[in-house]
C-alpha cells in the first residue's frame, strides 16, 4: 500500500478491445475487481480460502462509473483502489484506472460482505481494522 492507497498495474491484451483497438466499457469493470482482488490479497484476504474457512465472501452492490478517456490496445494501465469508508458489513471504494497522467475511468463502490446464503454478515473486526487503516491514503487526482 502506498499514501495513494494500493495499485495494481494491467496491460490492455487485444481480448479487451473491439476492432478499432478501444476497450469494451464492461472491461473497465473486470479490471477494478482484479485490483480489488489484489487488495484484498494484500490485506492477507485469499478469497477462496477465506470464503472456505469464515463462510464470507463479497459482493458489489453499488458501482459508478465515469468514463474520462479510451484505454486503447497495449496501454499499460494502472487501477489504485482506495477505501473512503468502512461500516460493520459493508465498504466504500474508489477505485481511478490511469494510462500514465490521463484518468480513463474513475469508479465508486459498495461492496457487502456476505455469508453463504448471500445475506448481509459483519466483517471481521480483524479485517476491517486493516480495511479502515487502509482509508489513511488517497487516490490524487
Known amino acids: 500500500m502506498s499514501d495513494a492507497g494500493h495499485r495494481f498495474a494491467i496491460r ?3 481480448e479487451d478491445t473491439d476492432a478499432a ?3 469494451y466499457h464492461s472491461n473497465y469493470l473486470k479490471y477494478a475487481e ?6 484484498l490479497r494484500d490485506l492477507g484476504v485469499q ?3 477465506w470464503r472456505d474457512e469464515t463462510g464470507l465472501g463479497f459482493a458489489v452492490t453499488r458501482c ?3 468514463f474520462r478517456r479510451p484505454a486503447r490496445l497495449d496501454d499499460l494501465l494502472d487501477v489504485a483502489t482506495r477505501v473512503i469508508e468502512v461500516g460493520g458489513a459493508s465498504l466504500v471504494a474508489e477505485q481511478v484506472i490511469r494510462r500514465e497522467a490521463d484518468e480513463v475511468a474513475r469508479l465508486k463502490l459498495i461492496v457487502a460482505c456476505i455469508d453463504r446464503r448471500g445475506r448481509p454478515a459483519r466483517l471481521p473486526i ?4 486493516a480495511m479502515a487503516a ?5 487516490v490524487t487526482d
Do not use: M, S
Request: no cysteine; proline share 0%; glycine share 12%.
Open 12 to 14: 490492455v491484451y487485444y
Open 21 to 23: 483497438g478501444v476497450v
Open 34 to 39: 482484479r485490483a480489488r482482488t489484489e487488495w
Open 47 to 49: 478469497q477462496r480460502q
Open 64 to 66: 459508478e462509473i465515469d
Open 126 to 129: 480483524d479485517l476491517r481494522t
Open 134 to 138: 487502509a482509508t489513511a491514503g488517497g
